[in-house]
């Protein structure tokens, strides 16, 4: 593993039988993806049905999209209205990972059993969704609605179904058919929140769903797969990552992408190369890149059928929420600008079964999911999540409770160098010059 140790700060290269890291001196890339239609949308659907078959694309039953608005989320606290999910209620979503990151009270991990920091207590003001609960040595999130829950639905007969769920949305739900046929279930107490007015809108033909086309997505989606697929691996993950954290003295499980990112394009591409599924569990994982440089690209090694599968796990960007010397953060309090950009894009372009991502009771910080599965018959399965991250696949299912926002990808993603070729090929190009430069002065001369 290459990782950074929060005592004694250094990096470490363990090779052998655990962790390979890897360096392809002929590797070239492609240019760089654009993502002006992409970093629009929080959730991109791209399963469709047919014309006697309507596909359930997108599904949520519960939560906030747009907003995530107590970190870590309670469930607990005054509201407008404590019992329901409605208009701008961020408490009693039923969406409580307390348990899990932070059991005690104002307690950070240094002097309790929490993972995170309990910046937050319960019950003292309702929660305050402007202070957030954080993962010492990790960039924090923010709590504020930023209107990015944005959903585009590209299948020509492809629709939706929700109810509970608070869009805080600038577009709402882009779909390529008509609204009226897009609207699968019936409308169930779903707002849509376009800007900062103190109540929604229902959310219902006219009122948040939209038709558009979606070319300019299905094209940067097409891009970006050939960009990831080209990629050289640069460092290999053969272990699942289970109970790593600050819980009974232990540390969160880091890993360093500036160490990885040797060729310095910006970007710390990593296999995984496990038995079965790759499984997050029990965990909480820090992706550390100084300057928030470089992003991580994690893919599944080709001929492997695993299907990632995170639990009771945060997967967050660092570095952040750190004192003076570099050292995680053991005040209450982490006051930084929260994230809001991507690091990180878990791929796959079709695995084992149809569920390619499954999540519980997970928190994501500048993390997104991308299964760009050419059959577009795979899904997307999160089960009480919250954070900022972009959810791609043919089908995506928030079931149960989720707040979230989007992470964009351009603001954190650099262009990578002009091609480089390696020292045998220059010198091959170079001789293959003089060649054709012989033959053309031999003519001439002729």
């Keep these: 593993m290459i990782y950074k140790n929060f005592k004694n700060h250094y990096i470490k290269l363990v090779f052998g039988s655990g962790l390979f890291l890897t360096y392809n001196a002929m590797a070239v890339h492609l240019p760089?993806?654009?993502?002006?239609?992409?970093?629009?949308?929080?959730?991109?659907?791209?399963?469709?049905?047919?014309?006697?078959?309507?596909?359930?694309?997108?599904?949520?039953?519960?939560?906030?999209?747009?907003?995530?608005?107590?970190?870590?989320s309670s469930g607990t606290g005054s509201g407008e209205n404590p019992e329901t999910q409605e208009h701008r209620s961020y408490t009693d979503i039923g969406l409580d990972l307390t348990g899990t990151f932070v059991p005690e009270d104002g307690k950070n991990p240094?002097?309790?059993?929490?993972?995170?920091?309990?910046?937050d207590p319960d019950y003292v003001d309702g929660d305050n969704i402007l202070i957030s609960d954080f993962l010492p040595g990790a960039r924090r999130l923010g709590e504020e609605p930023d209107y990015s829950g944005n959903v585009a639905l590209t299948g020509e007969y492809a629709g939706f179904s929700s109810e509970n769920t608070d869009y805080f949305a600038s577009l709402g739900i882009d779909c390529r058919i008509d609204p009226d046929d897009c609207y699968i279930s019936d409308d169930k107490d779903n707002s849509w929140f376009v800007d900062d007015a103190s109540s929604g809108v229902?959310?219902?033909?006219?009122?948040?769903?939209?038709?558009?086309?979606?070319?300019?997505?299905?094209?940067?989606?097409g891009d970006w797969k050939t960009f990831i697929e080209h990629l050289d691996k640069e460092f290999t993950i053969n272990h699942n990552i289970e109970d790593e954290s600050y819980k009974d003295g232990g540390t969160p499980f880091v890993t360093d992408l500036d160490a990885i990112d040797t060729n310095n394009d910006g970007f710390a591409v990593i296999e995984i190369d496990v038995s079965g599924d790759f499984s997050v569990n029990n965990s909480d994982w820090i992706l550390d890149s100084e300057n928030n440089e470089v992003t991580a690209i994690f893919k599944i090694k080709a001929g492997n059928d695993s299907n990632y599968l995170f639990s009771n796990s945060s997967i967050m960007l660092g570095d952040?929420?750190?004192?003076?010397?570099?050292?995680?953060?053991?005040?209450?309090?982490?006051?930084?600008?929260?994230?809001?950009?991507?690091?990180?894009?878990?791929?796959?372009?079709?695995?084992?079964?149809?569920?390619?991502?499954?999540?519980?009771?997970?928190?994501?910080?500048?993390?997104a999911l991308w299964d760009l599965d050419a059959d577009r018959d795979t899904i997307i399965t999160a089960n009480n999540i919250q954070g900022c991250t972009q959810l791609i696949s043919s089908k995506v299912e928030l079931s149960s409770k989720n707040r979230l926002q989007r992470c964009a990808l351009s603001a954190s993603v650099t262009p990578p160098p002009p091609?480089?070729?390696?020292?045998?090929?220059?010198l091959f190009t170079f001789l293959f010059g003089c060649l054709v430069t012989f033959r053309v002065k031999r003519r001439v001369d002729a």
């Design 32 to 72: 760089t993806p654009t993502t002006l239609f992409l970093d629009d949308y929080l959730v991109v659907a791209t399963g469709s049905g047919t014309s006697s078959e309507m596909f359930e694309a997108f599904n949520s039953n519960g939560g906030e999209l747009g907003a995530d608005q107590e970190v870590v």
């Design 110 to 119: 240094f002097n309790s059993n929490n993972r995170w920091t309990d910046a």
């Design 202 to 221: 229902d959310l219902g033909t006219g009122s948040g769903v939209n038709q558009f086309d979606p070319a300019g997505i299905l094209s940067e989606l």
């Design 320 to 367: 952040g929420c750190e004192d003076a010397n570099g050292d995680p953060l053991q005040t209450n309090i982490c006051d930084e600008d929260p994230i809001s950009e991507l690091g990180a894009i878990f791929y796959s372009e079709g695995a084992a079964g149809n569920q390619v991502f499954n999540l519980s009771n997970v928190i994501l910080g500048g993390v």
């Design 419 to 426: 091609i480089s070729i390696s020292e045998p090929a220059a």
